[in-house]
């Protein structure tokens, strides 16, 4: 328990820095085009890349706290034991999912974009480090989907007090 909320304030730092580079990256691009009359040519690749760490990174972060994207009618619908196994059911797909599509397609991905030496347009910065957020990000959910099957629900909820 306690690694996991290492984990998840360590996440959560990270989508702080992140999302503050990310706005503050997007102020200097609008004031350098329409205050400064010079558009930078490299903070639209910035903001780019930026926004796929912070999506994908969130993506797990989410993941963690059972926040993420659902079609609830079913569950709405169950009681006890059927609810519960419809919930072990529902976190082996995505743990699968995350496995399969994000850390193994990712890593291949990666390694194909390093091996061909892909770099950015503007910035010159090799793609594969951009990507590596996907097999991150699918080995953070792949480890949140096993964590949510171990510990009773109620521990993972949200809470509106934590002190982040």
Do not use: C
Not at 35 to 51: C, G, H, N, Q, W
Not at 135 to 160: A, F, H, R, T
């Amino acid at each position: 328990m306690k690694l996991r909320q290492t984990i998840d304030k360590a996440l959560f730092t990270l989508l702080i820095v992140l999302m503050s580079a990310m706005v503050i990256n997007v102020l200097w691009q609008v004031a350098s085009r329409y205050v400064l009359k010079s558009p930078s040519s490299y903070t639209d690749e910035i903001a780019r890349f930026l926004l796929i760490w912070v999506g994908l990174l969130g993506a797990s972060y989410v993941a963690s706290k059972r926040m993420h994207l659902a079609i609830d009618i079913l569950p709405s619908k169950l009681e006890g034991v059927k609810q519960a196994r419809l919930n072990i059911l529902i976190s082996a797909v995505v743990a699968l999912f995350a496995l399969f599509a994000m850390v193994w397609g990712g890593t291949k991905l990666v390694y194909i974009t390093l091996t061909l030496n892909q770099t950015s347009a503007a910035l010159n910065v090799p793609l594969g480090y951009i990507y590596t957020a996907i097999p991150l990000s699918g080995l953070l959910i792949v480890y949140y989907s096993i964590s949510n099957l171990l510990i009773k629900p109620d521990l993972v909820e949200v809470d509106d007090k934590e002190d982040y």
